[in-house]
């Protein structure tokens, strides 16, 4: 299941460096399932995205380091590791990195793409997101180190909102706007084409942004919320049977104990 395994694995970190080629630069909830299949259809496979990160602690605690590293060549270093051997990105984490990975990609191509509606957006995001983002997810999943780095991550997602666009929450529409308003700004200022994109708009506008051919089969729809409903109902029976079966033994150790007491 999307988000929980990653049949593609890590990859070969000593392999050939692949050149990025696109950025997909919107947040999660604006198409970003969509549009890493569609990068895929079109040869700019393999794509990161989250469901590629979240099976992975090593990439986790990566992207949190490169979410905390200041120095910029740093920073700059740790992104090329994560991203080594895929042709494109869209999604969380990775998109943060904007503006590094234009200044380290400069032939890459750069697509924004968004949701017609930023209040549309912001409640979808919230109703899809915010219980990893809730006391509730650290204390359920405390006893899964997956689960640790991923709230530390989300935390540290908080902390860069709040800083860079001044929003005590990722989830609200003036976020929204201020964040695209911000990759806008990014691109023009190291003077790069940015399309503006909505999977309503089909093939044909990314197509001829890319130089490729429109594919012979239907623009990608893929819509997580259902899959992301059902992650959150696997994590919290993960996390409550652990925290059951660590109640259960050590119950059951005292009881053992007791008798020799």
Same mark, same amino acid.
């Given at each position: 299941?999307?988000? *929980? /395994?990653?049949? $593609?694995?890590?990859? !070969?970190?000593?392999?050939?460096?692949?050149?990025? +080629?696109? @950025?997909?630069?919107?947040?999660?909830?604006a198409?970003?399932?969509?549009?890493?299949?569609a990068?895929e259809?079109?040869?700019?496979?393999?794509?990161?995205?989250?469901?590629?990160v979240?099976?992975?602690?090593?990439?986790?605690r990566?992207f *949190? /380091?490169?979410? $905390?590293?200041?120095d !910029?060549?740093?920073?700059?270093?740790?992104v090329? +590791?994560? @991203?080594?051997?895929?042709?494109?990105?869209?999604?969380?984490?990775?998109?943060?990195?904007?503006?590094?990975?234009?200044d380290e990609?400069?032939?890459?191509?750069?697509?924004?793409?968004?949701?017609?509606?930023?209040?549309?957006w912001?409640?979808?995001?919230?109703?899809s997101?915010?219980f990893?983002?809730?006391p509730?997810?650290?204390?359920?999943?405390?006893?899964?180190?997956?689960?640790?780095?991923?709230?530390t991550?989300n935390m540290e997602?908080?902390?860069?909102?709040?800083e860079?666009?001044?929003?005590?929450?990722?989830f609200?529409?003036?976020?929204?706007?201020?964040?695209n308003?911000?990759?806008?700004?990014v691109?023009?200022?190291?003077?790069?084409?940015?399309?503006?994109?909505?999977?309503?708009?089909?093939?044909e506008?990314?197509?001829?942004?890319?130089?490729?051919?429109?594919?012979?089969?239907?623009?990608?729809?893929?819509?997580?919320?259902?899959t992301?409903?059902?992650v959150?109902?696997i994590?919290?029976?993960?996390?409550?049977?652990s925290?059951?079966?660590?109640?259960?033994?050590?119950?059951?150790?005292?009881?053992?104990?007791?008798?020799?007491?």
């Amino acid at each position: 299941m999307r988000f *929980i /395994t990653d049949p $593609r694995g890590l990859g !070969d970190p000593n392999s050939e460096e692949v050149p990025l +080629q696109v @950025i997909g630069a919107g947040l999660p909830r604006a198409a970003t399932s969509s549009m890493q299949a569609a990068f895929e259809i079109l040869g700019f496979g393999p794509c990161m995205h989250m469901a590629e990160v979240l099976p992975h602690p090593s990439r986790l605690r990566l992207f *949190i /380091t490169a979410l $905390r590293e200041k120095d !910029d060549a740093m920073r700059k270093k740790m992104v090329r +590791q994560l @991203i080594h051997g895929h042709r494109s990105i869209c999604d969380l984490p990775v998109v943060y990195f904007t503006p590094d990975l234009l200044d380290e990609y400069p032939d890459a191509k750069v697509i924004l793409n968004q949701r017609p509606d930023a209040k549309l957006w912001a409640k979808s995001a919230e109703e899809s997101f915010w219980f990893f983002f809730s006391p509730w997810f650290k204390w359920v999943g405390l006893l899964w180190a997956s689960d640790r780095l991923w709230y530390t991550l989300n935390m540290e997602s908080i902390k860069l909102t709040k800083e860079k666009f001044g929003s005590d929450t990722p989830f609200t529409a003036e976020m929204y706007n201020r964040y695209n308003e911000d990759v806008l700004a990014v691109a023009k200022a190291r003077n790069r084409e940015v399309l503006q994109f909505k999977a309503e708009d089909g093939w044909e506008p990314l197509c001829k942004f890319l130089g490729v051919e429109v594919p012979d089969q239907p623009f990608p729809r893929l819509n997580e919320r259902d899959t992301f409903q059902m992650v959150k109902r696997i994590f919290i029976a993960k996390g409550l049977l652990s925290w059951a079966a660590l109640f259960g033994a050590t119950w059951g150790l005292w009881k053992v104990t007791s008798r020799f007491l």
